[in-house]
């Protein structure tokens, strides 16, 4: 049987940014390559029992570079398109 993680999952302007701590070991590149600077250590201990990232949603373009700098997998964005919104709007 597969392995299953915990997803933690934000509420962003434009989608969802979603992160696996179990997966984040602290590393850092995801916060320094968010280019709205949006990103910081949270209280939460991760695979290394180091802090996890966390994203202050109000304030991110769910751009995808975190998720792309990060070497473990540990972010996903989840972007919603104009067409998606209309969908959620529909269905409540
Ligand atoms: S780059 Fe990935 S593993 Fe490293 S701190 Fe960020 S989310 Fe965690
Ligand atoms: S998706 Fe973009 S703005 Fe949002 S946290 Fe990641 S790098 Fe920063």
Known sequence: MGRT?????????????????????????CIETCPGDVLRWSQGLGACGTPTAEVDASGCIAGRTCAD??????????????KARVRTQHHG
């Open 5 to 29: 993680f915990t997803a933690r999952v934000y509420r962003v302007p434009r989608g969802r940014w979603i992160i696996f701590p179990e997966l984040c070991k602290g590393c850092g590149p």
């Open 69 to 82: 700098h990060c070497p473990d997998c540990a972010i996903d964005v989840d972007r919603e398109t104009a």
